[in-house]
């Protein structure tokens, strides 16, 4: 069965500081990938989503970026945190025309 | 813009009675229709999804499909406390890599 695994699950870190979130999923080849935020009683905002490897897009200009290294892996990256970028930050796969899987999230906080 | 709308609530019920949740979208190509489960803190899970009109039921859950009103609802019958939750309602067109969430209804059911 498929299981997605996205750490760390809290984190606090001081503005300016980078910032970088991992995501794995197994059991599955060639998911789509995303990364979405959720800001405290807001709705899922999509940030980036991948098709493939080396492929990102975007869906929203800011201080982030994501990167995917190999098939089953999706990396969330900051050079320098924003008070704006607190959230809850999801990962989640699926397969074309599929429900999303999500993973359990990263609490982040910036401080 | 493709849109889904739902209301934010809190839908407030009491033990025992029927909530139900309502979500509209936008996107007449939509084929595939999503309800996920968010307890606070925690990520999105799926309990439902449905593809063609007409009810879908599964144990005390049953989702609605209107493709001409363009319109999906969720029923939830015996409402529990443990029911108490944020439903978020998901879209998808056909061959679209990215589901359209909404925003969520936040659900309390009471004692």
């Known amino acids: 069965s498929q299981t997605i695994h996205q750490w760390p699950a809290t984190l606090v870190q001081p503005v300016g500081s980078p910032l970088s979130l991992e995501c794995t999923v197994e059991?599955?080849?060639?998911?789509?990938l995303y990364w979405y935020r959720q800001a405290a009683g807001r709705g899922l905002q999509l940030l980036f989503y991948?098709?493939?490897?080396?492929?990102i897009s975007s869906e929203v200009p800011q201080n982030l970026s994501a990167s995917r290294p190999q098939d089953r892996q999706f990396i969330l990256s900051s050079k320098k945190l924003l008070l704006s970028d607190s959230g809850f930050y999801l990962c989640?796969?699926?397969?074309?025309?599929?429900?999303?899987?999500f993973g359990q999230g990263t609490r982040l906080t910036v401080v | 813009q493709k849109e889904v709308e739902q209301n934010s609530g809190p839908l407030s019920v009491p033990e025992g009675a029927i909530a139900s949740l309502n979500c509209t979208y936008s996107?007449?190509?939509?084929?595939?229709f999503f309800w996920y489960r968010q307890y606070s803190g925690k990520s999105p899970e799926l309990i439902m999804f449905?593809?063609?009109?007409g009810d879908k039921e599964d144990g005390r859950f049953t989702a609605q499909l209107n493709k001409a009103s363009q319109y999906v609802s969720l029923l939830i019958r015996d409402s529990q406390p443990s029911d108490s939750a944020t439903y978020l309602c998901?879209?998808?067109?056909?061959?679209?890599?990215?589901?359209?969430f909404g925003r969520g209804t936040s659900l309390i059911v009471h004692p």
């Open positions: 996107d007449r190509g939509s084929q595939s």
């Open positions: 449905i593809y063609s009109n």
């Open positions: 059991g599955t080849s060639n998911p789509n």
């Open positions: 991948s098709v493939g490897i080396g492929q």
């Open positions: 998901a879209v998808n067109a056909g061959g679209s890599y990215i589901p359209t």
């Open positions: 989640a796969w699926r397969s074309l025309g599929t429900e999303a899987f």
